[in-house]
């Protein structure tokens, strides 16, 4: 009799055991996916920031090397000319 209600026991805790594997699965998965979508998100978003940031930063870097006026590098007056019109070499 006791090792029937112990053997029941045991069986009630494994049933126990992988329903609750099973269910913590099932509640886990959709945080798991929002947590693989918004890493996904933060990459785009990086790599989206990066490429103007670093060409904004080039040109910094050039403007202070050169040290010149807008008027004084091309001669045009600053707000009707491209910012690429300056790459030049001639500059």
Known sequence: MVLQIVALDAGVLILAVLGAYVL?????RPIEQAMVR???FA???SH?????????QGSMEVVLLNRHTPEESCGKPWPRRSAWACWSPTC
Do not use: K, N
Not at 24 to 28: D, I, K, Q, S, V
Not at 48 to 56: G, S
């Open 48 to 56: 989206e920031l990066r490429t103007p940031l670093t060409v904004l």
């Open 24 to 28: 913590a699965g099932r509640t886990l």
């Open 43 to 45: 990459t785009a978003a």
């Open 38 to 40: 918004q890493q996904r």
